[in-house]
């Protein structure tokens, strides 16, 4: 299984980015995924996640702002996020789970949002 993560990028507070996750080796249709971050200093927290059957996940910080959403004819995650603040700039990752539960990573992209 293999996760390629694509999307960051610097942009001011107020903007927009999409961050794409695309997998391999693993059918997404199938899968609970997500989009997790970790900034300088402080531990990876849950962002967004989405089941196989579509029903999603926000945190608090990201609810209203944030949409998590799947192709699964290309086997791919995103993550659409406006209104962007500097306290979302992290290191964002996606995530999948595999039917027996066992998580895989991506590589994880920059996130930068300045004041």
């Known amino acids: 299984v293999q996760l390629q993560a694509s999307g960051g990028g610097l942009v001011q507070a107020g903007g927009s980015l999409r961050l794409s996750c695309a997998a391999s080796g693993i059918r997404i249709s199938l899968s609970a995924m997500g989009w997790y971050r970790q900034a300088p200093g402080k531990q990876r927290e849950l962002v967004a996640t989405?089941?196989?059957?579509?029903?999603?996940n926000y945190a608090d910080s990201v609810k209203g702002r944030f949409t998590i959403s799947r192709d699964n004819a290309k086997n791919t995650v995103y993550l659409q996020m406006n209104s962007l603040k500097p306290d979302d700039t992290a290191v964002y990752y996606c995530?999948?789970?595999?039917?027996?539960?066992?998580?895989?990573w991506g590589q994880g992209t920059q996130v930068t949002v300045s004041s």
């Open positions: 995530n999948v789970r595999d039917q027996f539960g066992v998580p895989y």
């Open positions: 989405i089941t196989g059957g579509g029903s999603t």
